[in-house]
């Protein structure tokens, strides 16, 4: 059975709203992503689940077509899934908020395209460095992670750390860091980037 992009096309036909382009930033510049790759999403299962049991789970959503390997993170196992040919980059995103809803999705997001065509996926964690020798900055980190439903990972070294997002979280992990970064006592936040080849 062929799936049906239009199944997807509601909100389209609300009124042709168009992609977002998404940007982070790297060396106190703001990049360019674009907007989210057409051929692919990330996900990551609750605890618990096999390969088996995630791609009994994914295959419930008819716009995956194959679940992939997993890529394992700090605090995650990451599967890049083949979404079902004709999608567009609006159907992707109401795709990944779709698969958000099902209880057995712990985090869902989206790959860019870069410009050398590699696929960077947006992973469930994001690295954040403080300004130095800021006494405050802890108590800054835990009112911004109570505040977006994030959480510390690891310490990589002084003032630097990863935290994780996951669907309760505010956004993910891009939208995470975007927003630490907007804080006067973050010196620098960027998303983790898992580099994936087209299924």
């Known amino acids: ?23 982070y930033y790297y060396n106190g510049a703001e990049k360019s992503l674009g907007t989210v790759y057409s051929g692919m999403i990330l996900l990551s299962f609750t605890d618990g689940l096999n390969q088996e049991q995630a791609t009994a789970a994914a295959a419930r959503h008819g716009f ?17 899934a083949k979404l079902a040919a004709g999608l567009n980059c609006r159907q992707v ?3 990944l908020s779709e698969i958000s809803k099902d209880p057995a999705v ?12 590699q696929l960077l ?15 405050e900055a802890a108590k800054v980190l835990k009112r911004l992670t109570e505040a977006t439903g994030t959480e510390l990972v690891s310490t990589l070294s ?7 997002a996951d669907k309760n ?4 992990a891009l ?23 087209a299924m």
């Open 1 to 23: 059975m062929r799936f049906d992009p239009g199944l997807l096309n509601p909100l389209q036909a609300a009124g042709g709203i168009p992609c977002t382009a998404h940007t």
């Open 64 to 80: 995956i077509a194959e679940l992939g390997q997993p890529i394992q993170t700090n605090s995650a196992r990451l599967y890049p």
């Open 93 to 95: 995103e109401v795709a």
């Open 106 to 117: 712990d985090y869902a997001a989206p790959y860019f395209e870069s410009a050398g065509g």
């Open 121 to 135: 996926g947006i992973s469930n964690e994001f690295i954040v460095e403080v300004e130095e020798g800021r006494q």
């Open 158 to 164: 002084e003032g630097t750390f990863v935290f994780r």
């Open 169 to 172: 979280s505010q956004g993910n």
């Open 175 to 197: 939208e995470m860091a975007n927003f630490f970064n907007k804080h006067p006592l973050i010196k620098h936040a960027e998303p983790d980037f898992v580099v994936s080849l």
